[in-house]
């Protein structure tokens, strides 16, 4: 069954940390780009992060630069997204999706991915 879960999600305080993980069955992700997107109440959803299939090409949207890192562990099949120094535009559901290319695209853009997973829900709240 191919799929992608999202999971790390929670609530947190305004400077704090989260790691998310995108566990992939199914799919090789020596194989594939992964992206990250988010989706604030009431807005659109955007590309934050992605990361190539060997895990050397990353890129990121300017507002989560220098605080969220991307990695990948292709032996446990999974992505990570390390959240820090969050704030509360940070709030949304976090959503993992799989490109069938090697590179990310200069842009992160959903019409750039194929399968999602369902997200997990992140809150920056004091």
């Known amino acids: 069954q191919l799929q992608l879960v999202e999971s790390g999600g929670g609530l947190v305080q305004p400077g704090g940390s989260l790691r998310l993980s995108c566990a992939a069955s199914?799919?090789?992700?020596?194989?594939?780009?992964i992206g990250w997107f988010r989706q604030a109440p009431g807005k659109e959803r955007e590309g934050v992060s992605c990361i190539s299939s060997s895990g050397r090409g990353t890129n990121y949207v300017d507002s989560v630069k220098g605080r969220f890192t991307i990695s990948k562990d292709n032996a446990k099949n999974t992505v990570y997204l390390q959240l820090n120094s969050l704030n509360v535009e940070d709030t949304g559901v976090y959503y993992c999706?799989?490109?069938?290319?090697?590179?990310?695209?200069?842009?992160?853009?959903?019409?750039?991915?194929?399968?999602w997973g369902r997200g997990t829900q992140v809150t920056v709240s004091s």
């Open positions: 199914g799919y090789n992700l020596d194989y594939y780009s």
């Open positions: 999706a799989i490109r069938g290319f090697d590179a990310c695209p200069s842009t992160i853009r959903e019409s750039y991915f194929g399968s």
